[in-house]
């Protein structure tokens, strides 16, 4: 089942950049805006050298990935590969707070999938440098699951909660994030999947 991580900041939360009091800050997943966010962070690191760009440095340093190339002039390909995607998503989160140049800390934060590890960063339960190894090896270990044998998800819309669970069963796949609703997300093996098709629903493959 998905999940959405929601937590309050302390008042005396030391990390730079925080968003200001009264306000929050809601992270999200993998999903076909990459390409945005991958913009979005180039324009980050273009405006606020070199704070920023250090920022970028260091954390590439401590998960042995180099960020600032994922962020500005890596292919599609190479940001899409998870063991990737996942470290570029959090990065952007986390230098996105620091980049506010807010002094207070947001009241809550909340993050959905992979951004439930920004919205714990921002919150104090992680250090960003420890969030982000935790990410890094998020990603490697997804990304080395994946190549066993060729996978991906489809979002299913609509329909019987109970026929389309059944479906996704049958045919051996997972539901792997219930979104709430009508949306449950299966994965699983590619082939499978494109024989998904429960009674009364639409079936959306995911990047």
Known sequence: MSSIGIA????????????????????????????????HLHEQLASFEPEIRAMADEISDAIGVDLVHLGTTADADEIKDTANAQPLIVA???????????????????GHSVGEITAAAIAGVLTPLDAMKLVRARGVEMAQAASVKPSGMAAVLGGDREIVLKAISDLGLVAA??????????????????HLAPEGSRVRPLA
């Open 177 to 194: 994030n219930d979104n709430g609703g009508g949306q449950i997300v299966a994965a699983g093996d590619l082939v499978a999947l494109a």
């Open 8 to 39: 309050s900041v302390p008042t005396s939360q030391s990390f730079a950049g925080k968003l200001p009091a009264g306000l929050g800050g809601v992270f999200g997943r993998l999903g076909p805006h990459l390409a945005a966010l991958d913009a």
């Open 92 to 110: 952007a989160g986390l230098i996105s707070a620091h980049a506010s140049g807010a002094t207070d800390s947001a009241s809550y934060v909340a």
